[in-house]
């Protein structure tokens, strides 16, 4: 017998076992269903159910109607089970075989015992029973809320029962997930908050036991009146005793992320110093170096603090403004910046960390901003560090408190290495890191009447969605609501956005009904707190509740997100994709989804608060993971669409797409591997990282390694790839006995049916093999690659093959075969290889025909410009200088250097370091400067173990160590040994604009 599937727990859904949907006719139709199979096999009254659902009709019309829903329901079912309902004359059952009913099989797997079943049972709780239905049927509506009770009750004691069990066991992320979501049930729950700091802590996330027990606090106050009891407290203090006692440093902090070179540098402002300057200049609150955003609001009430916070920065390197969410920390920090930017030549930077969820990824978030990728052998926090050191600058921290213990190492680092870099961090809380200044925000006066800053800012906002705004007799109403709003920005806007549909007098009313709860109940939680989370619900609840649904939902992106996303991610239930679009501009209206134009299209975002809001109100849905998977699911093929571009001519868009949906992508990715959904994770970690890399994007390079065991466990189609990236990443740490591994695993793929052949693992190994000294091995991985059959889509082997003959010394076979491969890869259509077979081409000719190779080599550095491939960009200027030198052009080559080793110094990427620092050998040798080009010798000697890959390399060293003799040569090489990149890259530095005066040249002439 076919079996229908029905879902009670959660919103109501039947359908055939295929999952086709089986529509019912009438609300009454589906209580009736519901009823019966919370009775299955049970024979029921036919006047106990008429009464049931009809007790507001007289006798007859009630089993009339009963005997029409019968009918209707008989209907439904016998897609699947004609006999579905057996009708005798004075009773109505449900066959027990005709239904598999996820309540039923719920309360079946609580009775029984054993973790497994549990952990089953809790997976069917999708939300509560019938959650959202309701019908004009008393009896029923008394009775459906019984079982409603019942069944969250039954969940409650199966994950406490999970959570002790985890506990017991030692599995701290499942514990934490059950954890989680029984306070999401019931957050009164003392026990299950102790429990969670706990876990935390076994965790190493001290901070998050800390907030965590802030919010256990705060909630008891405020439902209950009540403290945290005595084994609560003890352990709040043991906590914070360790913390206390074990300062977090930078080196705690883990961090995997690979080697890389830093982004192009473009249209450099005068003492920038190598600073990225990715936003565009019509981005910019003026024109010293940052990317401080305009401000299209004006700012009100704020000048004291401006005065006040700006003459303790002037002392003080860090400084924290303080003060709860929407208060105004970030528009004041913004302020301060823009008024300051004069006293840091370097700029004023703005590091957002809203969009950043995982602590590891905080380093990477300021590492973004200024295009700096991560040294061998270092942190990302240290690398920004050693990029930051001797820049004068300042840096906006915003938004640290979800990060606070990763924001504190970070800081730490900075301090101690970046004599002249200060910060400004906006946080709820503290750094509590030496030296630290924190000054409170506190909210706008409202004291004065309508001259008080904060009545300014609700007629300014007012008159922004309603032009003719007046005060007109509704002075003293917009006062009081100002009051009561105690002076918070955040508040007092989402109030004067009402303006629109109601008056002064309406919004004081409302805000009194929605404040009763808090002006009756505890008095010990902050009254600016209690105010800015009500505003926010306030605001909340009177969204329709498909607004609601869609504000709640669009929560789980990070960074902000397109229409196309909200249409995928947002619809479900009643909430039709079409209807997507109407529903985010009635929220756009109702200051809760800001807007950005971007090309051609508008991007969404929200406020951080009430972001996090919408995300507490996804979990009391019952939401969370099924909106988390919509999400996770659509950037899983978006990263699938966008990778299909990029092997096109259309690379730009892709690298532009990727640039925008990084944060999304990481959310993504973590939720996915967060949840074992290996074939999401695999999906989007096989096809960003080729992406990354050559936009010089280095975390999504982690991502392989993080999935590939469990990839290679269930034999993933996309393994290949996956091992691919984990070689390269690994290879960037010159980790090369890693690398090799990883890559030759992926070769032996190759003719397995069951994979994606990963060819580029070919190139991975022929990199590798050239770097260690061993050009035939290179040659023989390169062609390889060449010839196999999966390289005819993009060429990307092919387009190596020259130059690593010409690596090799088979210059000729380079140069006979270089322009039939540069045709061959430029029909394949695909930018980056093309650049690479341009580049090669040069490399082949830039002995033998130096203006043959040059005028490749810039064929390449003009495609890899308009395509954006910044990778491609770093590795061909180094090569043109070269040949600049060779052409007896050495002024001009010159010029060109100081911009390359602002990009290079913020990079150790193995494979551009050895290039760029062979060369910068070849060229002081060539300008007459034996004894640098020695120290850099020293240099390149720590970074691989032969030269030989640069093949004019040792004739090159063997002139200067007969020029400068033997005792000097190993003494400069000696010092170039000692050298960190940074201190080598300054040394270089300072060698070209000693030479550039020595020829009466100047950089500033330049």
């Known amino acids: 017998m076919a079996k229908a599937n029905l879902a009670l727990l959660g919103s109501f859904r039947l359908q055939t076992d295929t999952g086709e949907p089986i529509p019912l006719a009438t609300k009454k139709t589906t209580a009736l269903l519901a009823y019966l199979a919370l009775h299955q096999g049970e024979a029921q009254a036919r006047p106990k159910l008429a009464a049931l659902l ?41 066959e027990p075989a005709a239904l598999e009913i996820d309540a039923k099989v719920f309360e079946d797997l609580i009775a029984r015992s054993g973790v497994a079943n549990l952990e089953r049972a809790i997976g069917l709780y999708r939300g509560e029973f019938l959650e959202g239905f309701q019908v004009s049927a008393p009896e029923f509506e008394s009775w459906a809320a019984a079982e409603r009770q019942r069944f969250r009750e039954l969940a409650l004691e199966g994950m406490a029962k999970l959570l002790d069990h985890h506990l017991s066991a030692g599995v701290i992320e499942r514990g934490i997930h059950i954890a989680t979501r029984l306070l999401a049930a019931d957050p009164l729950q003392e026990r299950v908050h102790r429990s969670l700091m706990g876990l935390y802590a076994r965790q190493g996330r001290q901070g998050a036991a800390l907030r965590q027990y802030r919010t256990c606090a705060e909630l008891l106050s405020r439902e209950l009146g009540i403290e945290p009891d005595a084994q609560t407290k003890t352990l709040y203090r043991h906590l914070l005793r360790e913390w206390n006692r074990t300062q ?10 690979p080697q890389g070179p830093v982004g192009e540098i473009s249209d450099q402002l005068p003492g920038a110093k190598g600073l990225n300057r990715s936003i565009p200049p019509s981005m910019h609150a003026n024109t010293a170096p940052g990317n401080l955003p305009f401000q299209t609001t004006s700012f009100l009430g704020r000048d004291r603090d401006v005065a006040r916070a700006g003459g303790i920065l002037s002392s003080a390197r860090l400084v924290t403004l303080t003060g709860p969410g929407g208060i105004g920390k970030t528009r004041l920090a913004l302020q301060l910046a823009a008024t300051m930017h004069d006293n840091y030549p370097d700029g004023t930077w703005l590091v957002e960390l809203a969009a950043f969820d995982d602590p590891n990824a905080t380093g990477h978030a300021v590492a973004d901003v200024f295009g700096i990728t991560q040294q061998a052998g270092k942190t990302i926090e240290q690398s920004v560090a050693n990029a930051l050191a001797g820049r004068s600058l300042l840096l906006i921290l915003d938004n640290c408190e979800h990060l606070i213990d990763a924001v504190a190492s970070l800081a730490r680092e900075i301090l101690s290495t970046c004599r002249h870099v200060s910060l400004l961090a906006t946080s709820r809380e503290t750094l509590m890191v030496d030296g630290e200044r924190t000054y409170p925000v506190l909210p706008l006066e409202c004291g004065d009447g309508i001259d008080a800053p904060a009545v300014e800012l609700f007629v300014e906002r007012a ?46 009313d409302r805000l009194h009904e929605r404040f009763r709860l808090l002006t009756s109940g505890s008095r010990h939680v902050s009254k600016r707190h209690q105010t800015l989370r009500h505003a926010v619900e306030w605001s909340y ?44 501009d009635a929220l756009v209206r109702k200051s809760l989804l800001g807007t950005k134009r971007v090309g051609n299209a508008v991007r969404y975002s929200q406020l951080e608060t009430i972001r996090q809001f919408a995300e507490e109100r996804l ?22 669409t966008h990778h299909r571009i990029w092997r096109s001519p259309q690379q730009l868009m892709a690298y532009a797409w990727l640039d925008q949906e990084v944060d999304n992508l990481r959310a993504a990715f973590r939720w996915a591997s967060s949840q074992d959904d290996i074939d999401v994770a695999a999906r989007i970690a096989s096809r960003i990282p080729s992406m990354a890399v050559l936009r010089v994007r280095s975390e999504p390079l982690n991502w392989p390694t993080e999935i590939v065991d ?43 049916a069951n994979f994606d052949p990963p060819v580029w693992a070919f190139s991975v190994l022929a990199m590798i093999a050239s770097r260690q000294g061993n050009a035939e091995s290179a040659v023989k991985y390169a062609r390889a690659g060449a010839e196999h059959p999966a390289d005819r889509r993009e060429r990307q082997c092919l387009a190596t093959l020259p130059f690593y003959l010409a690596m090799a010394g088979a210059h000729e076979e380079a140069m006979a075969i270089a322009d039939d491969i540069v045709d061959k890869v430029a029909a394949a259509r695909t930018p980056s290889s093309l650049i690479a077979a341009l580049f090669s081409k040069g490399r082949a000719f830039s002995k033998a025909n130096p203006r043959c190779a040059l005028d490749a080599f810039e064929k390449a550095l003009a495609l890899a410009r308009t395509s954006g491939n910044r990778y491609w960009e770093i590795v061909i200027i180094p090569a043109v200088a070269e040949l600049q030198v060779r052409s007896g052009d050495p002024v001009k080559t010159l010029r060109t250097l100081p911009r390359m080793l602002e990009i290079w110094g913020q990079s150790t990427e193995i494979g551009l ?87 009466g040249a100047s950089n500033a002439r330049a």
Request: contains cysteine.
């Open 54 to 94: 009809w007790g507001d009709h007289d006798e007859v019309q009630a089993r009339d109607s009963l005997r029409q829903a019968l009918s209707l329901l008989r209907k439904a079912l016998s897609h699947t089970c004609r006999t579905a309902l057996i009708a005798q004359e004075d009773t109505i059952r449900l």
């Open 248 to 257: 977090p440093k930078a080196s705690v902090i883990r961090s995997s992320v």
């Open 463 to 508: 008159r922004s969605v309603e032009p003719h705004f007046e005060l007109n007799g509704d002075a003293e109403t917009i006062c009081e609501i100002c009051r009561r709003l105690d002076g918070i920005p955040l508040a007092i806007e989402l109030a004067a956005a009402r303006t629109r549909t109601m008056s002064p007098c309406q919004i004081r």
């Open 541 to 584: 609840d009177l969204l329709s509740s498909s607004e609601q649904a869609v504000l709640s939902r669009a929560s789980v992106f990070a960074g902000g997100f397109g229409l196309e996303a909200a249409e995928r991610v947002c619809s479900g239930r009643d909430i039709a994709a079409a209807d997507v679009l109407y529903l985010l």
């Open 619 to 640: 979990a009391m849905l019952g939401e969370t993971d099924v909106v988390r998977w919509r999400h996770a699911q659509f950037f899983a093929e978006e990263a699938e």
């Open 710 to 752: 469990a990839a290679r466990r269930v034999g993933h189609r996309r393994l290949g790839a996956l091992l691919t990236y984990a070689a390269k990443r690994a290879w960037n740490l010159g980790r090369v006995q890693e690398a090799t591994l990883y890559a030759e695993e992926a070769t032996a793929l190759i003719g397995n």
């Open 913 to 999: 370091a050895t290039l760029t620092t062979a060369t910068l050998i070849l060229l002081f040798e060539r300008l007459g400067y034996p004894t640098v080009a020695a120290t850099l010798s020293g240099a390149l000697s720590q970074m691989i173990p032969a030269t030989g890959f640069f093949q004019e390399l040792p004739d090159i060293l063997t002139r200067v160590r007969h020029v400068l003799g033997d005792a000097a040569f190993a003494e400069a090489e000696r010092r170039g040994a000692a050298m960190t990149h940074r201190e080598m890259v300054d040394y270089a530095a300072s060698q070209v604009q000693h030479a550039l005066a020595a020829m």
